[in-house]
């Protein structure tokens, strides 16, 4: 069945924008996008910072993104769609919370206590309950469940409308715009750009409709 492929690079890139954001990259991570072309071409600013390249992956990671990292995604600008779209500002945690409300309604739960987040609505969990959602998908492609593929692809279009690409847009501009390194300024363009692309994917292949 068509998509398959799409579907499974779909997941993966939610994944590894996940990653990205939910903590600090890691030795092995910097390695890998620096080793592999095809992940490094995802990263056009970093693929010309000589630093990234030239400074050991330690001191790299210690004195140039975790620095980064922690003020962008810490301290300046909070990655929670909460503190976007609350004209208060903060973080909501409770359960009224509508990001955890639609993770409710579709089955998706989440601990907060096995993670670093403190609120369901951080980017990298949102992203994460995505994956959530492309997994099935690929299961009922594979099964050739043509109404399972319909409605996980209408909840995925109906999440990024009323959530992640509601609001992330305007949370990716402004951390774009904070963060000093190169790499975490092609992260959040990175993230930007495929978030708006998946969209426009779902819109056509809901229009489409699904074809054996």
Same mark, same amino acid.
């Given at each position: 069945?068509?998509?398959?492929?799409?579907?499974? *690079?779909?997941? %993966?890139?939610? =994944?590894?924008?996940?990653?990205?954001? !939910?903590?600090?990259?890691? $030795?092995?991570?910097?390695?890998?996008?620096?080793? %592999?072309?095809?992940?490094?071409?995802?990263?056009?600013?970093?693929?010309?910072?000589?630093?990234?390249?030239?400074?050991?992956?330690? $001191?790299?990671?210690?004195? &140039?993104? %975790?620095?980064?990292?922690?003020?962008?995604?810490?301290?300046?600008?909070?990655?929670?769609?909460?503190?976007?779209? %609350?004209?208060? =500002?903060?973080?909501?945690?409770?359960?009224?919370?509508?990001?955890?409300?639609?993770?409710?309604?579709?089955?998706?739960?989440?601990?907060?206590?096995?993670?670093?987040?403190?609120?369901?609505?951080?980017?990298?969990?949102?992203?994460?309950?995505?994956?959530?959602? !492309? $997994?099935?998908? @690929?299961?009922?492609?594979?099964?050739?469940?043509? /109404?399972? !593929?319909?409605?996980?692809?209408?909840?995925?279009?109906?999440?990024?409308?009323?959530?992640?690409?509601?609001? =992330?847009? !305007?949370?990716?501009?402004? *951390?774009?715009?904070? *963060?000093?390194?190169?790499?975490?300024?092609? /992260?959040?363009?990175?993230? @930007?750009?495929?978030?708006?692309? &998946?969209?426009?994917?779902?819109?056509?292949?809901?229009?489409? =409709? /699904?074809?054996?």
């Amino acid at each position: 069945m068509d998509g398959i492929k799409e579907t499974q *690079a779909r997941l %993966n890139m939610y =994944g590894l924008l996940s990653r990205l954001f !939910i903590e600090e990259i890691d $030795k092995d991570l910097l390695n890998k996008i620096k080793e %592999n072309s095809d992940l490094l071409d995802l990263f056009p600013r970093t693929k010309e910072w000589k630093l990234f390249f030239e400074k050991e992956p330690e $001191k790299l990671i210690e004195e &140039d993104l %975790n620095v980064d990292f922690t003020s962008v995604f810490l301290l300046n600008v909070y990655p929670y769609e909460s503190v976007f779209m %609350n004209d208060q =500002g903060y973080i909501d945690p409770s359960v009224t919370n509508p990001t955890f409300m639609f993770y409710k309604e579709h089955g998706y739960m989440i601990d907060l206590n096995e993670t670093r987040v403190l609120s369901p609505d951080h980017i990298a969990v949102e992203m994460e309950f995505m994956m959530t959602l !492309i $997994k099935e998908e @690929l299961e009922a492609l594979q099964k050739e469940d043509k /109404v399972q !593929i319909r409605k996980l692809r209408d909840i995925q279009k109906r999440f990024l409308e009323e959530h992640l690409a509601n609001w =992330g847009t !305007i949370y990716l501009l402004s *951390a774009k715009d904070m *963060a000093e390194t190169p790499f975490y300024q092609d /992260v959040c363009e990175l993230s @930007l750009e495929f978030i708006l692309s &998946d969209h426009e994917y779902l819109c056509e292949a809901l229009e489409e =409709g /699904v074809t054996a």
